[in-house]
Nanobody, 116 residues
Framework: QVQLVESGGGLVQPGGSLRLSCAAS????????MNWYRQAPGKEREFVAS????????NYADSVKGRFTISRHNARSTVYLQMNSLKPADTAVYYC?????????WGKGTLITVSS
């Protein structure tokens, strides 16, 4: 059974930092492209960041480039999203996604609220 479990969400002040984690199980993690998406209230889900199975050549949405960093630890089957200089516009539910060959897996999401 495939599981993606996000953690690390919460309330943070503008300018603050948070690190999200996504623990994966039920598939060969090292072979998957791992992604983070987010969905703000009243908006469509959007791409945030991606990291290939090799762990190099990360890709970021323009809105988070230079502030967010995606990384992975294959031995722990975990992907991370380090978020710095957070803005109110970053408020959203953040979802972990795994692209594993022809399959697409999603976590249930974790809420990030950036507010003073």
């Amino acid at each position: 059974q495939v599981q993606l479990v996000e953690s690390g969400g919460g309330l943070v002040q503008p300018g603050g930092s948070l690190r999200l984690s996504c623990a994966a199980s039920g598939f060969t993690f090292r072979d998957a492209v791992m992604n983070w998406y987010r969905q703000a209230p009243g908006k469509e889900r959007e791409f945030v960041a991606s990291i290939p199975s090799t762990g190099t050549s990360e890709n970021y949405a323009d809105s988070v480039k230079g502030r967010f960093t995606i990384s992975r630890h294959n031995a722990r089957s975990t992907v991370y999203l380090q978020m710095n200089s957070l803005k109110p516009a970053d408020t959203a539910v953040y979802y972990c996604n795994a692209r594993y060959y022809i399959w697409d897996y999603w976590g249930k999401g974790t809420l990030i609220t950036v507010s003073s």
